[in-house]
């Protein structure tokens, strides 16, 4: 795909920040890097102001480093934690009033396809558990039914975690945290299988603690959205802050998660989305 939309006219070349010349010059634009690349070049995030240990933090880098073709990248946001990153990203990106990200990114998909018809256009959603499965639920499960070529990433810390620790709708049972001071009361609530049940051709769950797992599920999720119709991958992604866990545990907390069988990752792929998927690697091998 063509770099030109982030390379440097040169009548700004002496303006621009140095920091972007060496994003366009030693970045991951037109270059297909894979998540084994992270470390090898200039990567779209160096820095945040997200809490030590932040295991959205951790997601997000690896989303960012998953992206097939991040110069033709929208990244269509929420508000949350991972709202304070994406100013400091070197993508296009479009922050919504909370819960309206799949609403907005399905009318960005659908401008860009007939205004670029024969050109690739990657709309991918990246918001809270918060926006997406409470606040946001309305908004994404219609775009779901509808099969829009979107693809939708949770970046889910079981809490409103930018608000100080309310319980949302993807809390665990008996999570305390700041406001919910004598534990929630509900399970957690089970998004693959209504992403599943609404329609998604592709559907993922997994965490930072398996970065080649989610840079392939990553990768899945958008290349499927470009021919084939709705995805979703749901990260988890904890909050040491709002847990009050030590930051250096973030990983840890996860494994035992697994371990415990509180937490498992699982993938799902409608029919269509294999034959696609085969079809893609059919054409690798021979390309
Ligand atoms: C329309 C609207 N309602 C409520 C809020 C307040 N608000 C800001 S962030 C947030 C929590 C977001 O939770 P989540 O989507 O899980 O993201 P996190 O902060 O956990 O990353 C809320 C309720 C808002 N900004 N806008
Ligand atoms: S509050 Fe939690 S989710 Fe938000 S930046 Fe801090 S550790 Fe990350
Ligand atoms: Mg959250």
């Given at each position: ?5 982030v ?8 303006v621009?920040?140095q920091e972007y010349?060496?994003l366009v010059?030693n970045?991951?634009?037109?270059k297909?890097y ?11 995030i160096?820095e945040?102001?997200l809490c ?10 690896l989303v960012?480093g ?7 990248t ?5 508000t ?7 100013p400091q990203?070197g993508?296009?990106?479009?922050h919504l009033?909370f819960g309206?990200?799949n ?7 659908r401008?860009?396809?007939l205004?670029?018809?024969?050109q690739?256009k990657?709309?991918?959603v990246v918001?809270?558990d918060g ?6 639920l ?6 779901w039914?509808r099969r829009?070529?979107?693809?939708t990433?949770?970046l889910d810390?079981e ?7 309310q319980?949302s709708g993807m809390s665990?049972?008996g999570t305390v945290?700041?406001m919910v001071p004598?534990?929630k009361?509900?399970?957690k609530?089970d998004?693959?299988?209504v992403a ?8 993922a769950?997994?965490?930072p603690?398996r970065p080649?797992?989610?840079g392939k ?6 290349l ?5 119709g709705?995805?979703?991958?749901q ?28 937490f ?6 409608s029919d269509?989305a294999?034959s696609y998927?085969?079809?893609l690697?059919?054409a690798?091998r021979h390309?």
């Amino acid at each position: 795909m063509s770099t030109r939309i982030v390379s440097i006219s040169p009548a700004f070349e002496d303006v621009m920040p140095q920091e972007y010349k060496e994003l366009v010059e030693n970045g991951p634009y037109g270059k297909d890097y894979k998540v084994t690349d992270l470390g090898k070049y200039k990567e779209l995030i160096e820095e945040h102001p997200l809490c030590a240990g932040c295991g959205l933090a951790l997601s997000l880098r690896l989303v960012l480093g998953s992206l097939p073709s991040p110069e033709d990248t929208v990244i269509v946001g929420s508000t949350g934690c991972s709202a304070l990153v994406f100013p400091q990203v070197g993508l296009h990106n479009v922050h919504l009033l909370f819960g309206n990200q799949n609403a907005v990114a399905s009318g960005i998909k659908r401008a860009l396809s007939l205004r670029f018809p024969d050109q690739v256009k990657d709309v991918v959603v990246v918001a809270g558990d918060g926006a997406t499965a409470d606040i946001g639920l309305d908004m994404v499960m219609q775009s779901w039914f509808r099969r829009e070529k979107i693809a939708t990433i949770m970046l889910d810390n079981e809490a409103y975690a930018n608000t100080g620790g309310q319980e949302s709708g993807m809390s665990m049972e008996g999570t305390v945290m700041n406001m919910v001071p004598k534990g929630k009361v509900f399970p957690k609530a089970d998004l693959p299988r209504v992403a599943e049940a609404s329609g998604c051709a592709y559907v993922a769950a997994t965490s930072p603690s398996r970065p080649g797992k989610l840079g392939k599920m990553v990768r899945r999720a958008i290349l499927i959205a470009r021919e084939v119709g709705s995805t979703y991958v749901q990260l988890l992604s904890p909050c040491p802050t709002n847990f009050k866990t030590k930051p250096s545990d973030t990983l840890v907390s996860i494994k035992t998660r697994e371990k415990e069988k509180h937490f498992k990752q699982s993938e799902y792929i409608s029919d269509d989305a294999r034959s696609y998927l085969s079809a893609l690697e059919e054409a690798s091998r021979h390309g």
